[in-house]
């Protein structure tokens, strides 16, 4: 029963978090909000919403190890996983859009975010920078993104995931219900249902986290990145990761954090954040080399992940 729980709640985390994004996207563009706004906030990061239900339940029931497990393993699925498996399928290419800027910046959240772990808990003054971080880094992104939207086409409604010009107001309400209903739902699921597998199994929430419950939370981001190297759109697949890393390190752990203390434990600090930052640094070839991600390097990565899980389980 509890891996049917886990399958059901990743399910509903899955379709109810597309439908947030469906239904949150059409309605700001129907209130008048621009496209480039709604890309650069509602689509980059609603992929984060699992993540950051299952974090703020697991503080509730207790089980923080399976929040933070949950935000480093999936940033570092996120990058060896998410990138490698469509690597596989078909080489990504170098964009013209430049993703240097917001690279950089995903580097510097995960120092940042690693100098506090090192402080033993993330406590509601963490959260407080961790999100104020966030803050002046979407800014700096909208301002960047509208001086150079031409160059990258980001724009055109037609360009925003989810986006339905003829979409009725009757369906976005019903898209949006459905997503806010069943996102909830299947956090308590997943977190019931993955905090009775570690312990029937002797295996650490935490472990649970770093695996189970981040393979599950990055299928979102998995999807978006396979189909983006099918459509030869490799700048879409990068970005993608980027910001999805930056907001489950700030966003995520930021707002879990003013739910309840998040105590840090020692295998993160010896071992899980070191791999997450190696994993990070793997991109610079692709960002600042203007390197494909060939079929090679999807070998490569998918590889290294799977070695991180036999050493961790």
């Given at each position: 029963?509890?891996?049917l729980?886990?399958?059901l ?5 899955l ?5 947030l ?41 207790g ?6 497990g ?18 596989l399928?078909?080489?990504?290419h ?15 959240a995960?120092v ?9 808990t ?7 920078i ?28 037609e360009d925003v995931?989810?986006?339905d ?7 976005i ?14 956090a308590n ?5 993955a905090?009775s ?7 650490s ?5 770093l695996?189970?419950?981040?393979v599950?939370?990055s299928?979102?981001?998995?999807a ?5 190297a099918?459509?030869?759109?490799a ?18 752990i930021?707002?879990?954090s ?12 010896d ?14 070839p ?10 090679l ?12 899980l036999?050493?961790?389980?």
């Amino acid at each position: 029963m509890d891996w049917l729980f886990v399958a059901l709640g990743l399910v509903l985390l899955l379709l109810a978090g597309d439908s947030l994004v469906k239904g949150a996207v059409n309605l700001a563009l129907r209130l008048g909000v621009p496209a480039l706004i709604v890309s650069l906030t509602i689509v980059a990061f609603g992929t984060s919403a699992p993540e950051l239900l299952i974090s703020v339940q697991a503080i509730l029931d207790g089980v923080p190890g399976i929040a933070l497990g949950n935000v480093v393993g999936s940033n570092t699925a996120n990058i060896l996983l998410v990138l490698g498996i469509p690597a596989l399928l078909a080489t990504m290419h170098t964009s013209e859009c430049d993703t240097r800027h917001s690279y950089l910046q995903m580097i510097a959240a995960s120092v940042l975010f690693i100098g506090l772990a090192f402080l033993g808990t993330f406590t509601w003054v963490s959260g407080l920078i961790l999100l104020a971080a966030l803050a002046a880094m979407l800014t700096h992104a909208f301002l960047s993104a509208r001086a150079h939207r031409n160059s990258c086409a980001q724009d055109d409604v037609e360009d925003v995931e989810g986006a339905d010009p003829d979409m009725p107001w009757k369906k976005i309400i019903l898209f949006l219900v459905l997503g806010l209903i069943g996102l909830p739902l299947g956090a308590n699921l997943l977190v019931d249902g993955a905090t009775s597998i570690a312990r029937t199994y002797g295996v650490s929430e935490t472990v649970i986290g770093l695996t189970l419950v981040a393979v599950g939370t990055s299928l979102p981001e998995l999807a978006t990145t396979v189909m983006a190297a099918l459509r030869r759109q490799a700048d879409v697949a990068l970005g993608n990761v980027i910001g999805s890393n930056m907001f489950n390190l700030l966003g995520i752990i930021g707002v879990a954090s003013l739910v309840g203390p998040l105590p840090v434990e020692q295998t993160f600090l010896d071992f899980d954040l070191w791999i997450m930052l190696g994993a990070s640094l793997l991109l610079i070839p692709f960002v600042f080399l203007r390197q494909d991600i060939s079929r090679l390097w999807g070998v490569l990565l998918t590889a290294l992940y799977l070695s991180y899980l036999f050493i961790i389980l």
